[in-house]
């Protein structure tokens, strides 16, 4: 600024002065809305900034800004289970930390999650920890993959979970934290750090979170979870391990058969042509709008997004051979 106004007649201090003072003013017109809108002033607000920073030097977050996870939002985040905070969820892959309740309850704090959101975190936590799931495996790969937490039941509605429109994008602070948390319980815990255990050539941004609900009132199918043994009236979480949503755009199909044909040929076309058709699980989410049809073994079928255009998204999976990952499924703990 002072080199820009050194060309003018004057001292560079008279002729900063009206742009000082400018500034003074639009800081304290700043610092009255802040006021108004979230009931803080500017400087408190600096003065506390080394309270965030702190988790970044610790090198404990995803590289987003956390909540510090105080003594008192801890125990609050615990009455959202009856489980005991000593409870062992599981060994967490790669490096298989012990992850505890309360463990899991610090990292959901850390994630935004509200206490009602503890226990999908939790079922979401046991899926990973399933030596079927191979986290270690999915963890130490190459491979683009990330864990997806599909959940169905009564829970989606009772925690605010996001089955419809953007689905698969922000906006909703359920979708949105509880599968962050998983993401940070996988680096806290299991210590999956990008470049030094966790060794994905490009990830994706589901690494950040990747966490849907499946529009069950808009399926024809019953639910998801029913069909891999849970009561269709449970809530329960999925853990699928796969890749970014490839879009699948057919508003031309009329019927299963013709639709059937285009999502067949669209994913065979996800993988190249030596692991011709399909290399894995893959997980074909279907829109509402679209006609349906049945599912093969593995391929599996949720319905999910808004109730408009003909639109599919197929993900594909990790490493289908019996060293790769297989879906799991776990009960989500009943609240009253």
Request: net charge positive; charged share 20%.
């Amino acid at each position: 600024m002072e080199a820009r106004v050194r060309g003018a007649s004057g001292s560079p201090a008279l002729r900063m002065a009206p742009l000082v003072t400018t500034a003074v003013i639009q800081s304290a017109a700043a610092a009255a809305l802040a006021r108004a809108r979230f009931g803080y002033s500017i400087g408190r607000a600096r003065m506390t900034a080394d309270e965030f920073e702190v988790w970044f030097d610790k090198g404990v977050t995803d590289g987003l800004p956390v909540v510090p996870p105080t003594r008192e939002r801890v125990e609050r985040m615990l009455a959202g289970t009856r489980r005991s905070r000593d409870e062992l969820v599981g060994d967490m892959p790669p490096n298989y930390g012990r992850l505890t309740v309360e463990k899991a309850a610090i990292n959901a704090v850390m994630a935004g999650c509200r206490p009602e959101f503890l226990p999908v975190l939790l079922a979401a936590a046991e899926c990973a920890c399933d030596p079927a799931f191979n986290l270690h495996g999915m963890s130490g790969s190459t491979h683009f993959a990330a864990p997806l937490i599909v959940v169905n039941g009564p829970v989606r509605a009772r925690i605010g979970l996001n089955c419809g429109f953007g689905v698969f994008g922000p906006g909703h602070r359920a979708n949105a934290t509880i599968g962050r948390a998983l993401r940070l319980l996988m680096i806290n815990i299991g210590g999956a750090r990008p470049g030094e255990t966790s060794m994905s050539t490009f990830g994706h941004p589901g690494r950040y979170t990747y966490c849907i609900g499946e529009h069950e009132e808009a399926s024809p199918w019953p639910p998801y979870h029913a069909g891999r043994g849970l009561a269709p009236g449970a809530s329960a979480v999925t853990l699928f391990a796969g890749e970014a949503p490839h879009g699948i755009s057919d508003h031309a199909s009329r019927t299963a058969r013709e639709l059937a044909g285009s999502l067949g040929w669209s994913m065979a076309g996800l993988w190249n042509s030596k692991h011709f058709p399909l290399y894995s699980h893959t997980m074909l989410v279907v829109g509402p709008m679209i006609p349906k049809f049945a599912s093969t073994e593995e391929i599996h079928v949720v319905v999910a997004g808004g109730t408009a255009g003909r639109f599919s998204v197929a993900i594909p999976g990790w490493l289908g051979t019996r060293n790769g990952s297989r879906p799991v499924t776990r009960a989500v703990e009943q609240i009253d």
